[in-house]
């Protein structure tokens, strides 16, 4: 079935440096979304893209749509303790409201 | 406004029993979506229900039902569990369930089945 592959698993970064972290798929997909889970949550929404090769940001979140529309990556700069959590990406199946979850970064900040 | 809201928070089951889960979403939101969440599968999309129609269904055993009422309150049930179903289960609500929509997801049912 359909995948998408995170990477990295996890990481851990110390207080004030940015994170890269990205997700791929071996198909296609036009719409992109980026969510954020923190210990006993539900994941929240972060930034949501829809056209290819679009940049967003929300704050010190940066997000881009890849122009393969097979990829997206999310960049949060200079990381903060509460940056702590999963973070996931998701994929929207055309034409369905079903949606298919990556399988997640995991963020350690250090102090 | 309220958030979503989901009970049980926690539950313990044993083998073969049946499970229901509740969600009520947020306020005016028409939308829900349930969603099975295990360390080794990851959050997995079980169905989504409008206007208490199951409009997509993920890949997952006739033992997972739902059901949404005309208040858009929604119910999941698991019959003859499984210890494979232990899982958070999450649902998630929107507006009016349009593509472009925000999902808002609740806390949560942890389910342990032994």
């Known amino acids: 079935g359909q995948q998408l592959n995170q990477s990295p698993q996890s990481m851990f970064i110390q207080e004030g440096e940015d994170v890269s972290m990205n997700c791929t798929s071996s198909s296609i997909f036009n719409t992109w979304l980026w969510y954020k889970q923190d210990p006993g949550e539900g994941p929240v929404l972060l930034i949501a893209?829809?056209?290819?090769?679009e940049l967003t940001s929300n704050g010190r979140l940066t997000a881009q749509f890849g122009t393969t529309r097979k990829d997206s990556f999310l960049n949060i700069s200079a990381s903060i303790p509460s940056d702590v959590g999963i973070y996931f990406c998701a994929v929207r199946l055309s034409g369905t409201y079903k949606y298919i979850f990556g399988t997640g970064t995991r963020l350690k900040v250090l102090a | 406004k309220a958030g979503v809201t989901q009970t049980p928070r926690y539950l313990i089951k044993t083998r073969g029993q049946q499970v229901t889960l509740s969600c009520s979403p947020i306020?005016?939101?028409?939308?829900v979506s349930w969603y099975q969440q295990t360390p080794g599968q990851g959050l997995q999309f079980l169905f989504e229900?409008?206007?208490?129609?199951?409009?997509n269904k993920g890949n997952f055993p006739g033992r997972f039902s739902g059901r949404q009422f005309s208040n858009s309150r929604s119910e999941m049930n698991v019959s003859t569990l499984e210890l494979g179903d232990s899982a958070l289960y999450l649902c998630a609500s929107s507006l009016a369930g349009a593509y472009s929509e925000t999902q808002y997801f609740g806390p949560g049912t942890r389910l342990l089945v032994l």
């Open positions: 893209l829809y056209k290819a090769g």
């Open positions: 229900y409008f206007s208490e129609t199951q409009r």
């Open positions: 306020s005016g939101h028409r939308s």
